[in-house]
């Protein structure tokens, strides 16, 4: 095992629909609008997952929690999230920090930032200095400048555990 750090990279992007509550990094954001998808749909949380599985090279949350599998309808990701930081030691890594960026026109996240790095955190097993989590607007551009949908992109530093 390298005592090097690795680094991985996540992204993901969900339609904004009436209907469905808005989650991100397990924090439910009051808004008009949800993420459209199979689990809760949360775009933050499913973007860290992909950074951590990536700097392991263990894959994609798409391998390990596949959308054709029912015991994840419904899913709240930060459980998902768990099993990919269980699935990271288990492979001799722990998390060092990760950074993101939501992409959201619309609401502003501003006040919601330190509660979704405290849960990241928690969830992380680390301290909430090393969970960076940022909010910008898409400037009115393309689906998610229209309100169609929020993405977000991550990346994510591990380390050998021992
Ligand atoms: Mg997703």
Request: aromatic content about 4%; overall charge negative; charged content about 20%.
């Amino acid at each position: 095992m390298s005592a090097q750090g690795r680094i991985g990279i996540g992204y993901d992007i969900h339609r904004l629909v009436e209907g469905r509550r808005l989650v991100l990094a397990g924090v439910e954001i009051p808004f008009e609008k949800g993420l459209l998808g199979h689990s809760d749909s949360d775009v933050l949380t499913h973007a860290v997952c992909d950074a951590l599985l990536g700097a392991a090279a263990a894959g994609d949350i798409g391998t390990h929690f596949p959308d054709s599998d029912s015991r994840f309808a419904g899913a709240a990701s930060l459980e998902l999230l768990t099993r990919v930081v269980e699935l990271i030691n288990e492979r001799g890594f722990k998390v060092a920090n990760i950074d993101a960026v939501v992409l959201a026109e619309r609401p502003r996240l501003a006040p919601y930032i330190l509660s979704m790095r405290e849960r990241l955190a928690a969830v992380l097993q680390i301290e909430i200095e090393f969970v960076s989590v940022k909010a910008k607007t898409n400037e009115g551009l393309g689906a998610v400048g229209r309100g169609e949908a929020m993405a977000a992109h991550a990346v994510a530093l591990i380390v050998a555990n021992s």
